[in-house]
Nanobody, 123 residues
Framework: QVQLVESGGGLVQAGGSMRLSCAAS????????VGWFRQAPGKERVFVTA????????YVANSVKGRFTISRDNAKNTVYLQMNSLKAEDTAVYYC????????????????WGQGIQVTVSS
């Protein structure tokens, strides 16, 4: 069993930066890939970025490539999402999720989900 809790969201101006954290409990966290997803108002939840259990492999959606960076610290059971050059269209509820298989993770077929955290970018 893995429990995920996101933190670090809030309101930021366009062009600014924000870092989200996803803290996990559960002894198997370090063996899971972890991803970030987001859901804007009236839209479906979409994949943003993911990182393998070792941190050696990352995937990033084209919409955030060059602006968002995912990283993890398995000693702290935490995954981070550094978001730079934020745009109004980045406004969404952001979720972290885990899966033992990277393919399922990127597809959104995840084993565990956080409760989500609001990120609002003002233009």
């Amino acid at each position: 069993q893995v429990q995920l809790v996101e933190s670090g969201g809030g309101l930021v101006q366009a062009g600014g930066s924000m870092r989200l954290s996803c803290a996990a409990s559960g002894r198997t966290f370090s063996t899971y890939g972890v991803g970030w997803f987001r859901q804007a108002p009236g839209k479906e939840r979409v994949f943003v970025t993911a990182i393998s259990w070792s941190g050696g492999t990352t995937y990033v959606a084209n919409s955030v490539k060059g602006r968002f960076t995912i990283s993890r610290d398995n000693a702290k059971n935490t995954v981070y999402l550094q978001m730079n050059s934020l745009k109004a269209e980045d406004t969404a509820v952001y979720y972290c999720a885990t899966a033992a298989n990277m393919g399922r993770l990127r597809a959104g077929t995840c084993d565990y989900w956080g409760q989500g955290i609001q990120v609002t970018v003002s233009s």
